[in-house]
């Protein structure tokens, strides 16, 4: 077993009347993970890569995704494969995403401008 600590920090010293600091941490047991980088080809849900099959684990599953584009304009999508798949991430060039995931929905990402690399892990 590992220990993880992902953490997101939120500041700004101009977004309101007052100042914005918000930190969240979250330590995580996990069993196995790790970062690779992949050259995305797909450019439709059909033709898109698979990030996590539906029930590969049994525990608490975590994505990191990051589109490594540096064109704001070259978008990742992330959606589940069911019935309609609906995007429901849209990542510009330099934007990165920690999500916990369903264990039970099959996650795919398709890109607009193909061989988008992306930095991503799979966390269990």
């Known amino acids: 077993m590992a220990t993880v600590k992902a953490t997101l920090t939120l500041t700004s010293t101009d977004l309101?009347?007052?100042?914005l600091s918000v930190t969240n941490t979250q330590n995580m047991?996990?069993?196995q993970g790790g970062i690779t980088r992949y050259s995305v080809t797909g450019t439709s849900a059909g033709a898109a890569s698979t990030l996590y099959t539906a029930n590969d684990q049994t525990g608490p599953v975590y994505l990191y995704l990051k589109n490594t584009d540096t064109t704001a304009a070259d978008y990742v999508y992330?959606?589940?494969d069911d019935s309609d798949d609906t995007n429901f991430v849209k990542l510009g060039g330099g934007e990165a995403i920690w999500l916990t995931l369903n264990k039970e929905a099959t996650y795919k990402c398709y890109v607009q401008t193909a061989e988008t690399i992306i930095e991503y892990g799979v966390f269990a």
């Open 16 to 19: 309101t009347s007052d100042n």
């Open 29 to 31: 047991t996990l069993t």
């Open 78 to 80: 992330i959606f589940t």
